[in-house]
């Protein structure tokens, strides 16, 4: 979609529907999955075959890290190659979908908490497009990405999500994008097709059990869960979209997991789906 003929029909504000859109936390990885057709590119393809078609997706990525909140707000948000050392047919890549400034603009009045910035600027980074774009390759479904305040701590994040729900009924896909276990400096190139730390594989299943149990509080306050957490969570950009995730969960909703795999050691791509 490249035209702004195309691009009028959804310029309205969208309607609600019969039904709540499940909502996503997914676990990236490298930005070689955007190109690759592997086990993590495959279940993404999957997922979007077994979800309603969303009529717009909300995007809480690891990589757009702000002072302060902002919403994309662009017709034709540019695709940003936000990495070095990887193949040009990686920085080749484009998907350009359209965005949705009545969307943005909806998103801003709900959001209550704080002032949530109109931005024209970014566009979609690899935490992003590299998922979306095995999803809905026709690039015809709206795309937008919410910043991280990295000023504020992990309960306000958790908080902030929870304003996001009524975007649910509305049929939006909202999706945070990091990497639920993410220490880049000790992983081991021998394992990147598999395997893990006992650290890692320790915490992978505690937050796994957590998660499917709804205790979210020591999710939130993971700095108090030990070393093996520090080890897990070196820095909170990758673990933060998971908690507006989790903050987004409905009373009767319960989780499901997929892409739960270690890989390089100190790094997990599992992912959450939460909601039908």
Do not use: C
């Not at 490298?30 to 997922?47: A, C, H, V, Y």
């Not at 910035?117 to 992003?128: A, R, Y």
């Not at 400096?185 to 796994?208: P, V």
């Not at 908690?243 to 100190?266: A, C, H, P, R, W």
């Amino acid at each position: 979609m490249t035209s702004l003929s195309a691009f009028k029909k959804f310029t309205d504000g969208l309607v609600p529907q019969d039904y709540t859109m499940p909502v996503l936390f997914v676990g990236h990885g490298s930005p070689m999955n955007g190109i690759e057709d592997n086990e993590f590119s495959q279940r993404w393809k999957k997922l979007a075959q077994d979800i309603p078609v969303p009529t717009a997706v909300l995007v809480i990525s690891a990589h757009w890290f702000t002072k302060g909140t902002k919403i994309t707000a662009m017709d034709f948000p540019k695709t940003i190659h936000d990495f070095g050392g990887f193949p040009q047919e990686l920085f080749a890549v484009q998907y350009p979908a359209p965005g949705h400034g009545a969307l943005a603009k909806e998103t801003v009045d709900l959001i209550k908490s704080t002032h949530v910035e109109l931005d024209h600027d970014w566009g979609l980074d690899h935490g992003t497009w590299t998922i979306v774009r095995h999803m809905y390759p026709e690039a015809n479904i709206p795309v937008l990405q919410l910043s991280i305040d990295y000023t504020k701590g992990p309960q306000y994040h958790y908080d902030l999500a929870k304003e996001l729900q009524a975007l649910r009924k509305k049929g939006v896909l909202i999706m945070g994008s990091g990497n639920m276990v993410h220490n880049l400096r000790m992983m081991d190139w021998n394992l990147i097709n598999g395997g893990g730390f006992d650290w890692t594989q320790t915490m992978n299943e505690k937050f796994k059990d957590m998660i499917s149990n709804r205790d979210h509080q020591p999710l939130i306050n993971y700095q108090t869960m030990g070393k093996e957490a520090l080890l897990a969570i070196p820095t909170v950009e990758h673990y933060l979209p998971l908690l507006y995730t989790l903050g987004l969960q409905g009373k009767n909703e319960e989780t499901s997991f997929f892409n739960d795999k270690m890989v390089g050691g100190s790094l997990t791509m599992t992912s959450v789906k939460i909601g039908a």
